[in-house]
Nanobody, 121 residues
């Protein structure tokens, strides 16, 4: 089985910073694109940032210049450095990864359980 486990969420004042981490474990043959999504109360889950296996990144317009996604392939980890946080960044943040569990298995998306980020004004 494959697991994604996030950590690093919490409560921070506006203008502050947090760093989220996510580690993938289990039967992993290939670890492809990884990313972070978030879901605020009453809203749909939205993309925050993604990173390919070779480091190409993509960001939501709302976080460009403030958030940085990175990964460590050897450790099977992805990170999200969040600076200049705003109250509207408050949400549950989910780690996502496209994983193949064997050479011939179809790649599929896996999700973590989420970590709460709350930014107070």
């Amino acid at each position: 089985q494959v697991q994604l486990v996030e950590s690093g969420g919490g409560l921070v004042q506006a203008g502050g910073s947090l760093r989220l981490s996510c580690v993938a474990s289990g039967s992993i043959f290939s670890l492809n694109a990884m990313g972070w999504y978030r879901q605020a109360p009453g809203k749909q889950r939205e993309l925050v940032a993604t990173i390919t296996s070779v480091g190409t990144t993509n960001y939501a317009d709302s976080v460009k210049g403030r958030f940085t996604i990175s990964r460590d392939n050897a450790k099977k980890m992805v990170y999200l450095q969040m600076n200049s946080l705003k109250p509207e960044d408050t949400a549950v943040y989910y780690c996502n990864a496209e994983i193949g569990t064997s050479r011939f298995a179809v790649r599929r998306d896996y999700w973590g359980q989420g970590t709460q980020v709350t930014v107070s004004s």
